[in-house]
């Protein structure tokens, strides 16, 4: 049975190590330089705690790296720089951003002497709701793919490098697109004092209240995320504008009251009222 190491052991980061914990894997991970809460999300988890990230890739068969978007080329830099290591465990970048910039990372690694494979996560951590789906590419996808999995699809979209990242820059340009809109729409409401009528058109079918205000507690990954994708779109040969625009929507949603709490804190009663109000200023 592999040992799975964790960079990174945040909200999404637990949510993996606890799905593979209950497949019977031994999911280690440091807390060396972590928050409080990213404590309490690891051990709640069951994660087996070591002292230093040496001690993690020392011990670890496959290491799985859970970053917020704008962090994932110095937790590459930061694994390929580490000395007196001679261990090279599989590492798995699973962070969303775009695929230029997951063959940065992947160079970087491969210039240290590790593999790589490439991926990105789609739904929320299997600890929220099951049946997040875990896309993977590169030559070694499989056996990543392989590894006791509960709670979370894996799914293989190839040997390249940057494939797995070009699913996730497209799939959340449409799921937190939509998200900004949706929120957007209802700060405007709220000003023009039409919240009421707005929000019996819409309906859900844009997203909850509380989707809106989990989503406002992530708005500061997100702005790193909106500008990956805004790469993304450029290289494909499309305006990168739209989503160059949502970045900046994003960081202004990350300055107010509602993005200062934690995923994990937010009521599920939560309303429209509340997230204007909380957005509000």
Same mark, same amino acid.
């Given at each position: 049975?592999?040992?799975?190491?964790?960079?990174?052991?945040?909200?999404?980061?637990?949510?993996?190590?606890?799905?593979?914990?209950?497949?019977?894997?031994?999911?280690?991970?440091?807390?060396?330089?972590?928050?409080?809460?990213?404590?309490?999300?690891?051990?709640?988890?069951?994660?087996?705690?070591?002292?230093?990230?040496?001690?993690?890739?020392?011990?670890?068969?496959?290491?799985?790296?859970?970053?917020?978007?704008?962090?994932?080329?110095?937790?590459?830099?930061?694994?390929?720089?580490?000395?007196?290591?001679?261990?090279?465990?599989?590492?798995?970048?699973?962070? &969303?951003? *775009?695929? /230029?910039? @997951? #063959?940065?990372?992947?160079?970087?690694?491969? %210039?240290?002497?590790?593999?790589?494979? $490439?991926?990105?996560?789609?739904?929320?951590?299997?600890?929220?709701?099951?049946?997040?789906?875990?896309?993977?590419?590169?030559?070694?996808?499989?056996?990543?793919?392989?590894?006791?999995?509960?709670?979370?699809?894996?799914?293989?979209?190839?040997?390249?490098?940057?494939?797995?990242?070009?699913?996730?820059?497209?799939?959340?340009?449409?799921?937190?697109?939509?998200?900004?809109?949706?929120?957007?729409?209802?700060?405007?409401?709220?000003?023009?004092?039409?919240?009421?009528?707005?929000?019996?058109?819409?309906?859900?079918?844009?997203?909850?209240?509380?989707?809106?205000?989990?989503?406002?507690?992530?708005?500061?990954?997100?702005?790193?995320?909106?500008?990956?994708? &805004?790469? *993304?779109? /450029?290289? @494909? #040969?499309?305006?990168?504008?739209?989503?160059? %625009?949502?970045?900046?929507?994003?960081? $202004?949603?990350?300055?107010?009251?509602?993005?200062?709490?934690?995923?994990?804190?937010?009521?599920?009663?939560?309303?429209?009222?509340?997230?204007?109000?909380?957005?509000?200023?």
């Amino acid at each position: 049975m592999k040992i799975v190491g964790l960079v990174g052991a945040g909200h999404m980061g637990s949510g993996l190590g606890w799905a593979l914990r209950a497949g019977g894997h031994d999911v280690v991970t440091s807390l060396a330089g972590r928050s409080e809460r990213t404590g309490r999300l690891a051990r709640d988890a069951g994660l087996r705690l070591l002292p230093h990230l040496t001690d993690v890739l020392a011990e670890a068969d496959v290491v799985l790296v859970v970053t917020p978007p704008g962090a994932a080329l110095d937790a590459a830099r930061t694994i390929a720089g580490l000395a007196g290591v001679t261990a090279r465990p599989l590492i798995v970048d699973l962070n &969303a951003v *775009s695929p /230029s910039t @997951a #063959g940065e990372s992947a160079q970087v690694l491969s %210039a240290a002497g590790f593999e790589l494979v $490439e991926g990105s996560i789609s739904g929320p951590p299997p600890t929220v709701r099951p049946g997040a789906r875990l896309y993977l590419s590169g030559p070694r996808a499989a056996e990543v793919a392989d590894l006791r999995w509960t709670h979370a699809r894996p799914v293989v979209v190839g040997e390249r490098v940057g494939a797995a990242s070009a699913v996730k820059m497209s799939t959340a340009s449409v799921y937190k697109g939509l998200m900004g809109l949706m929120t957007q729409a209802v700060r405007a409401a709220a000003a023009h004092g039409v919240l009421e009528p707005v929000m019996a058109d819409l309906g859900e079918d844009f997203g909850t209240p509380y989707e809106m205000a989990l989503a406002s507690t992530k708005a500061h990954r997100y702005v790193a995320e909106m500008r990956e994708i &805004a790469l *993304s779109q /450029s290289a @494909a #040969g499309l305006p990168p504008a739209l989503f160059e %625009a949502f970045a900046e929507v994003w960081s $202004e949603i990350a300055t107010h009251p509602l993005a200062d709490g934690d995923p994990e804190t937010v009521p599920r009663e939560i309303t429209a009222r509340q997230i204007a109000d909380g957005l509000d200023g």
